[in-house]
């Protein structure tokens, strides 16, 4: 994806019911403006994406999947597929550190993922970070590389510019324990870096790479300004109309400011 808009990404993951999250929707239409520079996402529950995607200004929000299944169609119970979400989404989470450490989701899984949605026109937010083990270990770049290689291992060079990246650090999330702005630099460096290797100069610089991990109102600009972060993917402060509208409005400001 182009880095001209900053991208902020609210994953609600297992919270919100269906009227709960289109309430919230609404009241969160009333508090931000859209701007032609920030792209607000919103990934609720699947069961609220049809709700929300009638609902919506689709210039003012676009929507995203959590999770779905690599297939098209087919004898999978309980599952859904890029192909069901096609037109209803316009983005997709695919390796959140979530679905890979409590549901075992294989570099193979995620890769195939990053595949469908991609044959899907979905736009694939492929999450990469590591534990705080990896990270005591000085292992941060080499699971970041790992990772990439793992979800990107199909990708060609036209398909990549549909992609975007984010690095989470896993003890990061939902910790309340944000990582130093510095850090997070160094890990995009090393991700881009990575990009760079594979796909060229130009590649890695027009790559989308976001930043999520205990992101608040308070500590989004710090990111922002980031000359490396081209946007936020937030958890808990996304479920809060008012705390996540504060980090929209902060998005539009930061990138003001890099200009
Ligand atoms: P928190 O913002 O709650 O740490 O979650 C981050 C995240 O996992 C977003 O996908």
């Known amino acids: 994806m182009a880095r001209n ?7 609600f993951k297992m919270n919100l019911g269906v009227g709960e999250a289109s309430l919230y929707v609404h009241e969160l239409s009333q508090l931000v403006k859209s701007h032609n520079d920030v792209e607000v996402v919103l990934a609720p529950t699947a069961l609220a994406l049809q709700t929300i995607s009638l609902q919506v200004n689709h210039r003012q929000f676009k929507l995203a999947a959590q999770n779905f299944y690599w297939r098209d ?31 075992h989701d294989s570099d193979k899984d995620i890769r195939a993922k990053v595949q469908a949605a991609i044959r899907n026109h979905i736009t694939p937010i492929l999450c990469v970070g590591e534990t705080a083990f990896e990270r005591s270990e000085g292992e941060t770049a080499a699971v970041l590389h790992d990772q990439l290689i793992g979800g990107l291992a199909n990708v060609t060079s036209d398909e990549l510019e549909e992609i975007v990246i984010a690095y989470e650090p896993v003890w990061a999330i939902g910790t309340g324990q944000n990582a130093l702005p510095h850090d997070v630099s160094m890990a995009i460096r090393a991700i881009r870096n990575q990009i ?29 300004v980031l000359p490396d972060v081209d946007g936020l993917l937030v958890g808990g402060a996304s479920l809060d109309a008012h705390a996540f509208s504060d980090i929209i409005k902060k998005a539009h400001k930061g990138l003001a400011a890099k200009r």
């Open 5 to 11: 808009k900053t991208l902020i990404v609210g994953n």
């Open 196 to 224: 760079k290797h594979l796909y060229g100069a130009k590649a890695s610089e027009e790559i989308q790479v976001l930043y999520g991990g205990s992101v608040t109102a308070d500590s989004a600009s710090d990111y922002l």
């Open 73 to 103: 169609h087919g004898a999978y119970t309980g599952e859904i597929s890029a192909s069901q979400l096609r037109g209803i989404v316009q983005f997709g989470l695919v390796g959140h550190s979530e679905r890979r450490h409590i549901f």
